[in-house]
């Protein structure tokens, strides 16, 4: 453990500097890191971390071939597999969710990439929602240079033109959106500021900063700005609102090593419906490929027509406490 404390005490210097001054006090900001740190450090020795450390590199590498591929604009098939509402040509999972579960299976599934991402980030998730049954599954792509000129007000906006596009192409009323990262983040401003939550049925964020995040530090742009604790613009988020109808479901993991504190990709907030479930030992890059993060995409989108209020939602392995705040 002398070696692990050593490095995040290392990075702790690092990024000290820029850290003094610009949130509250530097020793409060130094702790949380050094408490990020450690919480990374220690689920990446637990034989789950080691795997999902693992996992990691392997879908980085992945995503390095796959970037090309996701840089072209993904063609809106809105009639999916429900064109002619045939069943015969379906695997029996496919054919399931769409006798027992129509309006899950038809409403249109939107996929909101992180900063300097693209679509190819969910390569993976769209083809398991595709495989499941849902017909309609469109991952969206914002510019690359949102990373450097970008705001998240401004992404709201433009996301929910491109909604509202979705939704008159397909004849749908709402949408149910999954986004990774600041996608996530630039979803919840479309919902709970520029009421979005007429379009938005469910929102599932990966991994998303919505406490900000102390890595945001290390790159001076107006996007990444936004994304530190304290910021205008989650302060913002933060203000008391009008009742959500938005159903929220947030994914993160003790393992994030781009969310410092992981702790701050938790959504606690007094108008919005959240159920929150915490995943031990997945990065950040591979949340949209953790099969325990599909099975809450899954499980939220199909049930969020049931008219229940679910409470508590039962821990699974790899999942810590799940409630609704």
């Given amino acids: 453990m002398g070696d692990v404390q050593r490095w995040a005490r290392s990075l702790v210097d690092r990024v000290g500097t820029g850290l003094n001054g610009a949130v509250g006090t530097g020793a409060a900001a130094g702790r949380d890191l050094l408490d990020g740190a450690l ?11 080691v795997r999902g450390a693992v996992v990691e ?29 045939r069943t015969d040509q379906l695997s029996p999972r496919t054919r399931g969710l769409v006798v027992s579960a129509m309006d899950a ?8 990439h992180g900063i300097g991402d693209n679509r190819s980030a969910f390569a993976v998730l769209s083809g398991a929602l595709r495989r499941r049954g849902f017909g309609v599954v469109h991952a969206v792509n914002y510019s690359v240079l949102t990373a450097l000129t970008g705001d998240v007000r ?23 959106v999954v986004g990774h990262s600041l996608g996530g983040l630039i979803a919840r401003y479309y919902v709970q500021r520029l009421h979005g939550d007429a379009r938005v049925r469910t929102l599932v964020t990966l991994g998303t900063p919505h406490g900000g995040t102390l890595s945001a530090y290390l790159f001076p742009t107006a996007l990444t700005r936004q994304l530190r604790p304290g910021s205008d613009l989650l302060s913002e988020l933060a203000e008391p609102c009008r009742p959500c109808r938005t159903r929220f479901v947030v994914v993160w993991s003790e393992m994030d090593q781009v969310v410092i504190p992981q702790r701050n990709a938790r959504l606690e907030h007094p108008s919005l419906l959240v159920e929150e479930h915490r995943i031990r030992d997945s990065g950040h890059l591979s949340l949209p490929v953790d099969r325990r993060a599909l099975q809450a995409v899954v499980t939220a989108i199909t049930r969020s027509d049931d008219g229940v209020s679910h409470g508590i939602v039962p821990a699974r392995e790899g999942f810590g406490g799940s409630g609704v705040t």
Wanted: hydrophobic share 40%.
């Fill in 154 to 176: 401004r992404s709201a906006a433009l996301l929910g033109e491109h909604l509202e596009r979705i939704c008159e192409q397909t004849g749908s009323e709402r949408v149910h």
């Fill in 57 to 85: 590199a392997a879908w980085l590498a992945s995503r390095a071939a796959l970037y090309p591929w996701g840089v072209v604009e993904e063609q809106l098939r809105p009639e999916g597999h429900l064109r002619h509402y």
């Fill in 105 to 112: 299976a038809g409403t249109p599934i939107v996929l909101v």
């Fill in 39 to 49: 919480g990374v450090a220690r689920a990446a020795l637990s034989p789950g971390g």
